[in-house]
């Protein structure tokens, strides 16, 4: 019973590409979230949901656009994919956006960005 | 701007050694602390957290970590790792949850 799910786990794919990310979370949580883990390993968040709303967006080129159909769903898609977009994005769910909650993290999907 | 720093980017030590891995975080609220670990290979998952109370936090595993409030600091610790300790060590604190860069930890068997 996996509690957060990414799919793929890997995609190698071609600079100018477009492609999706999917995520799924089966905790009834209310908010979920895509974080970029780079090369050095930093992670940095991108966007967060709450109820299917945008509640968060850091300065993330626009070619990135997150898409939550319902609240146990949020993908990430991507559009002209570039070499510098290479990194392992992790999605992760809490109950709610407060701030005390622990989020729960996905396995992770590995980009790698030819 | 809230920010969390990690001091140590990478640490080795040998098994049996004791533990204290730095953070600290500038946000001028009330604060919620988390330590996370990624293993190997494997996804993030949470090893403590604090949102209020004793400062002092037991967590899995044998670690804990102390919030110090007039050093901004919560440190994490463990008396005596093991080589099963290898892993990457993300500190992070709300709101917007903002994670620090990362410790990566090495243990010599």
């Known amino acids: 019973d996996t509690a957060v799910s990414q799919t793929p786990k890997y995609l190698v794919t071609q600079m100018g590409n477009d492609k999706s990310i999917k995520c799924e979370q089966n905790l009834g949580h209310d908010t979920m979230y895509w974080y970029k883990q780079d090369s050095k390993k930093f992670l940095k968040i991108m966007f967060s949901?709450?109820?299917?709303?945008?509640?968060i967006n850091e300065t993330v080129p626009n070619r990135f656009s997150p898409k939550s159909p319902d609240k146990a769903h949020l993908n990430l898609h991507i559009n002209s994919l570039e070499l510098g977009d290479s990194a392992v994005y992790f999605c992760a769910s809490s109950q709610s956006h407060r701030g005390q909650e622990t989020q729960y993290f996905g396995p992770g999907t590995r980009l790698l960005v030819l | 701007a809230q920010s969390v720093s990690q001091h140590n980017h990478h640490v080795i030590l040998s098994e049996a050694a004791s533990l204290e891995l730095g953070c600290n975080y500038s946000?001028?609220?009330?604060?919620?602390l988390f330590w996370y670990v990624q293993y190997p290979g494997q996804h993030l998952q949470l090893l403590l957290k604090?949102?209020?109370?004793?400062?002092l936090v037991k967590g899995i595993k044998g670690f804990e970590a102390e919030f110090i409030k007039s050093k901004f600091s919560f440190n994490l610790r463990k008396p005596s790792v093991q080589w099963s300790d290898t892993a990457e060590y993300f500190c992070a604190a709300d709101d917007k949850i903002i994670f620090g860069k990362g410790t990566r930890l090495h243990i010599l068997p």
């Open positions: 946000y001028g609220g009330t604060v919620n």
């Open positions: 604090y949102f209020s109370g004793d400062p």
């Open positions: 949901y709450n109820n299917k709303e945008l509640i």
